[in-house]
C-alpha cells in the first residue's frame, strides 16, 4: 500500500461536474468525481450504465459532446495541464448554457489537445465495429497516428534501414545474443542506424517464432530498402517541404509506408495472423476481436503514458473477450503506462486491475484496491455488486431493487438512499463524505463514518 | 398498462409539436405555405374579396401594354400586355398550388400502391415493378415530362398527367424502402401470427406507417414541382394559354427583362417563396419524425 | 481478388441496363403511338417533301415500319430502324433535316457545356457543402445554407434570368446569347451557317484552328449557362453533403481520429469528407438528372445550341421526330452516365458488395 502512495501521480481529477444539456433536459452525468491515476497501474472504473464513467472517460481526453457542460472541475495531466479548462471557463459562468458556443470552444480545444492526445493519452472505445474509418485501410489508419506524432520515428526507421549493411546487422545481431537489448541500443546509436533498434527489438520480442527464424528475419532487414520514390519523398520531407501542395503528398506517401510497416510490427505483436495483408484490407473484412486489437494497436504504437479503454471488450464474444484481457495483463507488465478500464462487469476488473473505482450515479462511491474491494467491500451499493456478480457455487443471483435515479433531477442526499437497504434519515438529507477507511481505501456512506 | 401507453402518445404528440415549433424557420415556412393556401382558396370560392372577378384569365390593357414600373396603382408593375402583376400572381397561386397539389398527391397515391404491392410481396413482382420505375428514372425527369406532354397534346392536363408518371416512380421507390423496414418489424410479425389477411396488413399495418415519411415527403416534393410546372409553362410548352400560371405569367415579360425585370422576377420570386415555405416546412416535419433529431 | 470481383460487378451492371434501355425504347414507341399512326409518320417523313411525293413517302414508310399491322409487331420495325441509326427526321427553325446529323451538331455542345458545369460543382459545391458543416452555425454556414436553400428553391429560369441581369446586363461582364458573338464568326472559313467545324464545339474548334480571340469570346458564352446549370444543381448537393457530412462527424471514427490526434483539417478532409461523400455519390443520378433536364431549360434561356435548345425548338414547333430522338438521347446519356458513376462509387466505397 506505501508503494501506491510514492508513484508519480500521472492524471488528476478533482470534483468534476459534467451535465449534458438535451431536449428532454439537464442531465448531470458527472457530480462531482475526484479521481487519481498512478503511474504504472490499472485503475478499474465499474459502475452501472448511465453512471457516468463513459463521460468520464471522453472528459479526461477533452471529448465531450457539444452539448456537455463542465460545470466545474480539473483535470491535471501530469499534475499540470488542465485539460478542460476552456471548457470549464465558460460552463461554470452563471449563464444560459449554449451549445454553439461550447462548440466553439471544443474546436478549439482539439487543436490544443491535437498533441497530447495519441502521444500522452490515448483511448480505446467500447465499439470496435464503428471506431475504424469504413474507407481507410487499417495500416493507414495506424501508421497515421505515428505520422502526425512523431514522423521523424519514421524517417529514422527508413533511413537506418537503408544504410544499414549485412555487417551491421550480424555485429548487432551478436550484441543483443551475448549482451542484451541495452547493450543494442547504444550499438546502434554507435553506428548512427537509429531507428533500426525497434525494428530488431520487435522481431526479437516476438512469442510466436523460433530463434533461428528470428535471426533469419533481422539479418534480411538490410534486404527492404527504399525505393527511390521513398527516397525522394523522404528527403522532401527533411527538406521541410511537406506543405508544398504536390511535394507533401510524395512525402506523406513515404512516411505513411513506412508506417504501414510499423503497423505490420505493431499487429504482429497484437497476435494478428497474416499482419502483413490486414493493413491493407479495410475495417469491414476484419472481425470484431481483429477491430479491436487494431484499435488497441492505435493506442498503443505511440507509447502514451495513459490508456483509456471504454468498455473495450463489452461487444466482443466471450472467448475474444478472454484473449483481449490477457493482451492488456500483457501490455502492462511490458511497460510502464497507466490504464483506465472502464467496464460494467466486475468480473473482468477483477482480472485485470490494481485499483478499481466504484461509480454511481456521478459520483465515486467508493475506491481502493482490488483486492480491499473485492474482500471487505463498504459501501452498500459496492456490496450488492459483489452479490450480483455470477458464480459457480452461487444458488441464487441478487438483483439490485430499484433503479439508477433520474440524473436530470438527482434526490437530494446519497444518490444510493433510494435503493439502500440501510437508509438512514440523514442520508436523504446530506451527500455523504468521502472517508479514507484504510491506506488507499475510500467509501461515501455515512455507514462507514459512524463507525468510525 | 393500457393507461401508460395512452398517456405515451399523448407526451409523445407534445414532444413533436414541441420540436416543430420550436423550429423557428419551419414554423415560417408553414405560415407562408397557408397563406398561399388561402390565397388559392379565395380565388376559387370568392374572387371579388381580393377585387378579382375572373380568376381564369387574365385581364389584358391593349391600350398601355408595355410593362409598367411598380407604382401606387400598380403595386408591383405591370406586365405584357398591361397585365396587373400583383393580380395576376394572386390568381396565378390558385392553378399553380391545385396543380401542383394534384400532381404530387396522384403520384404519391398511385406510389405508395406500387411500392407497398412490390415490398410486400417480393419476389418476381418487386423485381419486375422495380425494373419497370427503371424505365421512368432513365429519362431526365424534365425531358419525360416534355415528352409525355407533347405525346398527349400540349394542355394543362397532359402536364398534369405528365408530371404525375414522372413523380410516381419517386414516391414507389421510397415506400418500397419504408415498406421493406416496417414489413420486419414486431408489430407486422404479430398481425401475422394472429392470422391477419394480406390485404389487411398491408392497408391495416403498413400503410398508417409509411403515411408520416410519405408526407413529409410530398411538401418536400410540393417546392420542386412547382418549380417544374412552372419552368414547363416558361418553355412554352402551352400555346397562347390565356391562363394565370406563374412560369407562363414570367415568359410573357421576357422579351422586355432587359428594361423591366419586375416582369419576370416577380413572379419568379412568387414560386421561390413558395417553393421555400414548404422546404422549410417539410424539413421541419422530417425531424419531427427523426427520432434521431429529435434530441 | 478484389480485381475479378470488381469485373463481374461491371459485367452484371451493364447487362442490368439492357431491360433499362430495352424499357426506355419501349417508352419512347409508346409515346410515339399514343396518337395513333400519324405521329410516327410525322417523324419519319422528310419535310421537304410536297404533293405527289409526299403521298409515295407515306406509302413507302408505311410498309417499312409495318404501320398496317399490329402494334407490338410494328415495335421491333420501328426499334430495328432506331437501332441502325434511323431517328427520322427534325423540322425546327435551328436546324431541319435527319435526326442523326442533328444530334451530331448540337449533343458536342451540350457534352461540353455539362462537364464545365460539374467542374464548377466540383469546385464550389464541395468544398461548400464540407466547410457548411465544420463551421456549423456559424455566419458563414448560415449564409451557406440560405444560399442553397435559396437557390434550392428556384425554379432554373429564374436562376438564369437573375444571372443575366446580375452579370450580363448590370454589371455588363459577361455576355448571355449563343455560343459566340456574331461579329466574331463572320466570314471565318471553318464556319458556316452557325456551324462549326470539326468538332462542332465552337470553343474546340477555334483552339483546332489556332483563333483564339473566338474560343475566349466562345469560353466566355459558355461561363454563364454553365454557372447556372451548376448553381441549380449544386444547392441540392451542398444539402446532402451538409447533411450527411455533420452525421459522419458524429461518428466513433471521426471520435477515434481526434483521440489519436490527427489535425482537424485532415480529419474533416480526409476521414470525414471522404465517408461523407458517399451519399453525395449515390445522389448522383438525381444530380444527373437534374443536370440534364437543367440543361433543356438553360440552353433555351441563353440560346445555346445544345440537345436542350433543340428539344424546346422542337417542342415550340411541334416537330416530333425532335422531341422523340432527344428523349431517346437523353435517356441514353443517363443511363450511361450513372452506370459509370455506379462504377466510381464502388472504387470509392470498400464496403460495397461487388
Known amino acids: 500500500m506505501e508503494r501506491v502512495k510514492e508513484r508519480a501521480k500521472v492524471l488528476e481529477i478533482k470534483d468534476l461536474r459534467v451535465s449534458f444539456h438535451t431536449r428532454r433536459g439537464v442531465f448531470k452525468a458527472l457530480r462531482g468525481v475526484d479521481l487519481e491515476l498512478y503511474k504504472g497501474e490499472v485503475l478499474g472504473l465499474a459502475g452501472e450504465s448511465g453512471s457516468g464513467k463513459s463521460t468520464l472517460g471522453l472528459a479526461i481526453m477533452g471529448l465531450l459532446p457539444r452539448n456537455a457542460r463542465v460545470e466545474s472541475g480539473e483535470v491535471l495531466l501530469d499534475g499540470s495541464k488542465d485539460v478542460l479548462k476552456r471548457l470549464r471557463d465558460y460552463g461554470s459562468r452563471d449563464v444560459k448554457f449554449d451549445p454553439r458556443k461550447n462548440e466553439k470552444l471544443i474546436k478549439r480545444l482539439n487543436k490544443e489537445l491535437r498533441e497530447v492526445r495519441g502521444r500522452a493519452l490515448a483511448m480505446v472505445f467500447q465499439e470496435p465495429l464503428t471506431s475504424l474509418n469504413p474507407v481507410l485501410q487499417v495500416g493507414y489508419q495506424i501508421a497515421e497516428a505515428v505520422y502526425y506524432h512523431d514522423p521523424m520515428r519514421l524517417v529514422r526507421r527508413a533511413i537506418s534501414r537503408n544504410r544499414c549493411t549485412q555487417a551491421d546487422l550480424r555485429d548487432l545481431m551478436t550484441t543483443l545474443k551475448t549482451k542484451g537489448e541495452e547493450a543494442l541500443i547504444e550499438e546502434v546509436e554507435k553506428r548512427n542506424l537509429r531507428g533500426l533498434e525497434e525494428q530488431i527489438l520487435s522481431i526479437w520480442r516476438r512469442q510466436d517464432i523460433h530463434e533461428a527464424k528470428k535471426e533469419k528475419l533481422i539479418l534480411s532487414l538490410d534486404k527492404h530498402k527504399l525505393d527511390s520514390k521513398d527516397r525522394l519523398g523522404i528527403s522532401i520531407y527533411l527538406r521541410g517541404l511537406q506543405r508544398v501542395p504536390v511535394l507533401g503528398r510524395l512525402a506523406k506517401d513515404a512516411l505513411i509506408k513506412e508506417g504501414y510497416r510499423l503497423a505490420v510490427e505493431i499487429l504482429t505483436y497484437l497476435g494478428i495472423p497474416h499482419p502483413e495483408k490486414v493493413v491493407r484490407m479495410y475495417p469491414h473484412e476484419l472481425s470484431g476481436g481483429m477491430r479491436q486489437r487494431v484499435v488497441i494497436g492505435i493506442a498503443i504504437v505511440n507509447n502514451p503514458e495513459i490508456v483509456i479503454m471504454d468498455e473495450p471488450t463489452s461487444a466482443l464474444d466471450v472467448t475474444i473477450q478472454a484473449q483481449i484481457l490477457e493482451l492488456v495483463s500483457s501490455l502492462k507488465a511490458s511497460s510502464n503506462r497507466s490504464f483506465i478500464f472502464i467496464s460494467h462487469d466486475l468480473s473482468v476488473l477483477a482480472e485485470v486491475s490494481d485499483r478499481i473505482a466504484i461509480m454511481y450515479a456521478g459520483k465515486i462511491a467508493e475506491v481502493g484496491p482490488v483486492k480491499v474491494i473485492f474482500e471487505e467491500p463498504q459501501h452498500p451499493y459496492t456490496k450488492m455488486l459483489m452479490d450480483a456478480i455470477p458464480t459457480m457455487d452461487k444458488t441464487e443471483l441478487k438483483a439490485i431493487p430499484g433503479s439508477v435515479p433520474d440524473m436530470r433531477s438527482p434526490p437530494k442526499g446519497c444518490s444510493f438512499s433510494n435503493r439502500c437497504p440501510f437508509v438512514m434519515p440523514k442520508c436523504k438529507e446530506m451527500e455523504p463524505p468521502m472517508v479514507e477507511v484504510s491506506e488507499g481505501h475510500k467509501v461515501a456512506c455515512f455507514l462507514v463514518g459512524e463507525r468510525k | 398498462m393500457e393507461e401508460r401507453t395512452e398517456e405515451g402518445k399523448y407526451s409523445n404528440l407534445i414532444l413533436s409539436l414541441k420540436v416543430f415549433f420550436s423550429n423557428r424557420t419551419a414554423v415560417a415556412g408553414m405560415v407562408i405555405f397557408l397563406a398561399y393556401v388561402v390565397d388559392a382558396l379565395i380565388m376559387q370560392f370568392d374572387p371579388r374579396l381580393l377585387g378579382v372577378t375572373n380568376p381564369n384569365q387574365f385581364t389584358y390593357n391593349f391600350v398601355n401594354p408595355v410593362p409598367q414600373p411598380p407604382s401606387s396603382q400598380y403595386p408591383l408593375g405591370t406586365t405584357y400586355p398591361g397585365i396587373n402583376l400583383l393580380q395576376a400572381i394572386l390568381e396565378a397561386i390558385r392553378v399553380d398550388l391545385g396543380y401542383s397539389m394534384l400532381i404530387v398527391v396522384g403520384g404519391a397515391v398511385i406510389g405508395a400502391v406500387v411500392g407497398i404491392l412490390a415490398a410486400y410481396v417480393g419476389g418476381y413482382l418487386d423485381e419486375l415493378l422495380m425494373r419497370f420505375t427503371d424505365i421512368f428514372f432513365s429519362v431526365p425527369y424534365l425531358v419525360l415530362a416534355i415528352a409525355v406532354g407533347f405525346a398527349l397534346g400540349r394542355s394543362f392536363t397532359s402536364m398534369v398527367i405528365a408530371l404525375i408518371i414522372v413523380w410516381w416512380p419517386i414516391y414507389a421507390r421510397y415506400t418500397r424502402s419504408l415498406t421493406l423496414s416496417i414489413k420486419e418489424s414486431v408489430f407486422v410479425e404479430a398481425a401475422k401470427a394472429a392470422g391477419a389477411s394480406m390485404v389487411r396488413i398491408m392497408f391495416k399495418h403498413i400503410l398508417p406507417n409509411t403515411l408520416p415519411p410519405v408526407v413529409v415527403q410530398i411538401s418536400l416534393d410540393l417546392g420542386s414541382v412547382v418549380g417544374v410546372f412552372a419552368t414547363l409553362a416558361f418553355i412554352g410548352f402551352i400555346p397562347n394559354a390565356n391562363t394565370p400560371e406563374l412560369g407562363y405569367l414570367a415568359s410573357l415579360g421576357l422579351n422586355y427583362v432587359q428594361s423591366a425585370p419586375w416582369t419576370v422576377i416577380f413572379p419568379g420570386l412568387a414560386i421561390t417563396l413558395f417553393a421555400l415555405s414548404v422546404n422549410l416546412m417539410g424539413d421541419g416535419l422530417r425531424d419531427v419524425i427523426d427520432p434521431r433529431r429529435r434530441s | 481478388m478484389i480485381s475479378i470481383k470488381l469485373w463481374v460487378y461491371v459485367l452484371r451492371r451493364i447487362l442490368i441496363l439492357i431491360p433499362t434501355l430495352i424499357g426506355l425504347t419501349l417508352l419512347v414507341f409508346v409515346l410515339v403511338h399514343i396518337q395513333g399512326n400519324n405521329l410516327i409518320l410525322a417523324e419519319y417523313i422528310n419535310p421537304r417533301l410536297t404533293g405527289q411525293a409526299r403521298e409515295l413517302e ?297
Open chain 3, 58 to 354: 407515306i406509302q413507302r414508310l408505311t410498309q417499312e415500319f409495318h404501320l398496317d399491322q399490329p402494334v407490338y409487331v410494328q415495335y421491333f420495325y420501328w426499334l430495328g430502324q432506331v437501332l441502325t441509326g434511323n431517328l427520322g427526321y427534325t423540322n425546327t427553325p435551328i436546324y431541319s433535316g435527319p435526326v442523326t446529323t442533328a444530334i451530331t451538331l448540337f449533343l458536342p455542345n451540350t457534352v461540353v457545356l455539362s462537364l464545365f458545369a460539374a467542374l464548377l460543382i466540383w469546385l464550389i459545391g464541395i468544398p461548400l457543402g464540407v466547410f457548411s458543416a465544420v463551421n456549423r452555425d456559424s455566419p458563414a454556414d448560415q449564409g451557406i445554407r440560405v444560399f442553397s436553400f435559396t437557390l434550392y428553391s428556384m425554379p432554373i429560369y429564374l436562376i438564369a434570368i437573375a444571372l443575366i441581369l446580375l452579370l450580363g446586363v448590370y454589371l455588363n461582364v459577361l455576355p448571355f446569347s449563343g455560343e459566340v458573338s456574331p461579329q466574331m464568326v463572320a466570314g471565318l472559313s471553318w464556319f458556316r451557317d452557325g456551324i462549326s467545324y470539326p468538332t462542332h464545339v465552337l470553343l474546340i474548334d477555334a483552339i483546332l484552328h489556332g483563333d483564339y480571340a473566338v474560343a475566349w469570346n466562345a469560353f466566355l458564352h459558355l461561363i454563364m449557362p454553365s454557372l447556372t446549370l451548376a448553381l441549380a444543381v449544386m444547392a441540392g448537393i451542398i444539402r446532402i453533403l451538409r447533411a450527411s457530412m455533420l452525421e459522419v462527424l458524429e461518428q466513433d471514427y471521426i471520435r477515434l481520429a481526434r483521440a489519436k490526434g490527427v489535425p482537424e483539417r485532415v480529419v474533416n478532409n480526409l476521414h470525414a469528407r471522404r465517408n461523407a461523400m458517399l451519399p453525395v455519390v449515390t445522389s448522383f443520378g438525381y444530380t444527373v438528372a437534374g443536370l440534364l433536364g437543367g440543361v433543356v431549360v438553360v440552353e433555351s434561356v441563353f440560346d445555346f445550341p445544345g440537345i436542350g435548345y433543340w428539344t424546346t425548338q422542337a417542342l415550340l414547333n411541334n416537330d416530333i421526330g425532335g422531341i422523340m430522338a432527344s428523349t431517346l438521347l437523353f435517356g441514353i446519356v443517363l443511363v450511361l452516365t450513372t452506370l459509370i458513376l455506379d462504377l466510381v462509387y464502388a472504387v470509392v466505397d470498400p464496403r460495397i458488395r461487388y
